[in-house]
């Protein structure tokens, strides 16, 4: 039973099942099963914002020593390009890290 739980079961049927609760037990089956989901989305999309915002911190981390600057000036460096460019501030974030890896 513990390992029908770890993987998604939410309710066991121990005895024989009329036919005019199947239809509720299944509604409420699929109702978990949806909330589940929609939490392992929130999950993965909060996952992939703290990946871009570290790779976002280290791109500044990097351009404050290339530039000599602290880390507003770094940030506001890092929009402008963005903007400038009509790219997402990750995607500058990664520019100056392939950069500066190709650099050495």
């Known amino acids: ?3 029908a739980i770890k993987s998604g079961v939410s309710a066991y049927i121990v005895e024989g099942i009329h036919a005019q609760r199947l239809q509720p037990i299944l509604d409420v ?3 978990r099963f949806e ?3 929609a939490l392992r989305a929130q999950l993965h999309a ?13 791109a500044k981390g990097l351009l404050m020593k290339m530039k000599d600057c602290n880390e507003e000036e770094a940030y506001t460096l890092m929009r402008r390009q963005a903007m400038s460019r009509q790219q997402k501030l990750i995607q500058v974030a990664e520019q100056i890290i392939a950069m500066s890896e190709l650099l050495g």
């Open 35 to 37: 909330s589940d989901q």
């Open 1 to 3: 039973m513990r390992r």
């Open 29 to 31: 089956a699929m109702a």
């Open 46 to 58: 909060r996952d992939q914002q703290l990946a871009e915002r570290k790779r976002i911190e280290l």
